[in-house]
Nanobody, 125 residues
């Protein structure tokens, strides 16, 4: 079992920035693992945001966040980050990090093996 814990959510004004963290524990991640971020609002299904192989270089973006969101990682800390810039009110959601033990990014939440508890991001207008 791999545990994922998100942090860094909060309230921010439109146009602002936040950086979310996803810290992994339980075992060390390897480069073939894919990390992803999803988000969910009440009454809607979980939607894909961004994913990349742990080593990087194979990023996939949702069109709604391309150019505004990016991923990075700290290998020593087994932590990945979601940098969110130019935030919009429609970005408001609970954000979840996820991991998949296949080195191929997928937009389907059902294909991910591990999930964090979520962190709330609220963007005010």
């Amino acid at each position: 079992q791999v545990q994922l814990v998100e942090s860094g959510g909060g309230l921010v004004q439109a146009g602002g920035s936040l950086r979310l963290s996803c810290a992994a524990s339980g075992r060390t991640f390897s480069s073939y693992i894919t990390m992803a971020w999803f988000r969910q609002t009440p009454g809607r299904e979980r939607e894909f945001v961004l994913a990349d192989r742990w080593r990087g270089g194979s990023v996939r973006y949702a069109e709604s966040v391309k150019g505004r969101f990016s991923m990075s990682r700290d290998n020593a800390k087994n932590t990945v980050y979601l940098q969110m810039n130019s935030l919009k009110p429609e970005d408001t959601a609970v954000y979840y990090c996820a991991a998949r033990e296949i080195g191929l990014a997928s937009t389907s939440p059902s294909l991910y093996d591990y999930w964090g508890q979520g962190t709330q991001v609220t963007v005010s207008s």
